[in-house]
């Protein structure tokens, strides 16, 4: 829970990106404003911006606002697009970060209520349609068990979208800033 406090996070996360391999750093939990602050994020956020990769964080927008004051050349992965973070909301921070991405785990009930797209998600999705991926956040061995039904939520709100959107969010962009062989 204090990870952003402690200066061995520094060096444990510096040594993982000497082996190389990597194309992402996270998902890592800012709880606010201060703890995107501090010298130690400060740090992972350069040695990552620095290398081109990618920081997958789970925050509301207060920290992703933090992070781009001091490292706005950072790409950012935007977990579960903020999770509690309305669709208002997600859609003014994405448009003032262009370097933000967002990916949408646990979001599907928000996205399609009923069946039936949001027009504000709606918006939100196709505007940014190359900035959002899909996710699914098997964070606990639970979430493994039901992993079938994840994805299928997924795709009956994905076939509510063009298809050239869908095809997107549902891999292209993961495909395109995943993987290390395309530009």
């Given amino acids: 829970g204090d990870w952003h406090n402690d200066t061995d996070s520094i060096a444990y996360v510096a040594e993982r990106l000497a082996r190389g391999g990597y194309v992402g750093v996270g998902e890592v ?24 990769l990618v920081l997958h964080v789970h925050s509301d927008a207060a ?15 935007w977990a579960h697009a903020g999770l509690g973070v309305g669709a208002g909301e997600i859609a003014a921070t994405m448009a003032r970060f262009p370097r ?37 956040d098997t964070w606990v061995t639970p979430r493994w068990s039901i992993y079938p039904e994840i994805v299928e939520e997924h795709r009956r709100w994905l076939a509510l979208l063009p298809r050239a959107v ?17 530009p």
Avoid: C
Avoid at 32 to 50: H, K, L, Q, Y
């Fill in 29 to 52: 939990h800012l709880y606010d404003r201060a703890a995107a602050e501090t010298p130690v994020v400060r740090e992972i956020a350069r040695m990552v911006a620095e290398r081109g």
């Fill in 63 to 77: 920290p992703i606002e933090a992070l781009y004051a001091h490292t706005p050349e950072l790409r950012i992965l």
């Fill in 100 to 136: 933000l991405l967002m990916e949408v785990a646990l979001r599907a009930g928000e996205i399609a209520p009923g069946g039936r797209l949001d027009p504000v998600w709606s918006e939100l999705l196709r505007r940014n349609a190359d900035r959002v991926m899909i996710g699914t």
């Fill in 166 to 182: 869908a095809v997107k969010i549902a891999h292209a962009n993961a495909e395109r800033l995943f993987d290390p062989n395309k």
